[in-house]
């Protein structure tokens, strides 16, 4: 199994408040993503990562940003989380852009 | 916009069964995977493909490209199959990956 790791595993936080979520990996893969699950839709994309300081915008990116000083680590940061982020939260790593994409176990973040 | 469509939502069988999960989409791709998710919410990576066939253990992925269609095949299904398959497909053009909504397939003993 690829070394991914996500951080928290759950939290509970209320409207407002900022919340941080930390991918870490240790296969030095250069492609890091997250996306979130929501029932009724597929994942999506939030942001992505190509390289240190290297990020791009996904698909549902509004409310969230992204920083990635090493290549290990790939945060997501929710400013002023709103109950709409309640999700699962899923951070993935790959080699190359469209390669076999590497899964972590999931952060469940709920918002009250 | 449905660019990724996948059939049937939700697929029951008994043990021993021949399974058959079908995803198409609207649009050119270069590459087509399918995951597995567990019920304990772990994603797991099963096929990369981008023509003909793929055979891992019981799981056989097929493409075709001109019909713009994938199915995932499952024989001799087992309980420990249960989980939800998912279907994705990379566009170069949009350069990540859009994904449908899943098959969640339950195997009954």
């Known amino acids: 199994d690829a070394g991914i790791t996500q951080s928290p595993r759950h939290k509970v936080t209320e409207t407002g408040t900022p919340v941080t979520l930390r991918c870490h990996q240790t296969?030095?893969?250069?492609?890091m993503y997250w996306y979130r699950q929501d029932p009724g839709h597929g994942l999506r994309l939030i942001h992505y990562?190509?390289?240190?300081?290297?990020?791009d915008k996904g698909e549902v990116s509004d409310g969230y940003s992204v920083s990635r000083s090493k290549t290990e680590d790939f945060l997501l940061t929710l400013e002023s989380a709103t109950s709409s982020q309640t999700s699962v939260y899923f951070c993935?790593?790959?080699?190359?852009?469209?390669?076999?994409?590497?899964f972590g176990p999931g952060t469940r973040l709920t918002v009250l | 916009k449905n660019e990724v469509e996948q059939s049937p939502q939700n697929l029951t069988a008994q043990e021993g069964e021949f399974i058959t999960i079908n995803c198409s989409y609207s649009?050119?791709?270069?590459?087509l995977h399918w995951l597995q998710q567990h019920p304990g919410g772990g994603i797991v990576s099963l096929f990369m493909?981008?023509?003909g066939k793929k055979k891992h253990g019981r799981l056989i992925a097929t493409i075709n490209i001109q019909e713009k269609h994938s199915s995932l095949h499952i024989t001799a299904s087992h309980p420990r199959d249960s989980a939800v398959y998912i279907c994705?497909?990379?566009?170069?053009?949009?350069?990540?990956?859009?994904f449908g909504k899943g098959t969640k397939l339950s195997v009954k003993p």
């Open positions: 649009v050119g791709i270069s590459a």
């Open positions: 493909l981008s023509s």
């Open positions: 993935a790593i790959s080699l190359g852009q469209s390669d076999t994409q590497y």
């Open positions: 994705a497909v990379f566009v170069g053009s949009q350069g990540n990956l859009i």
């Open positions: 296969e030095n893969h250069r492609y």
């Open positions: 990562s190509y390289g240190v300081k290297d990020t």
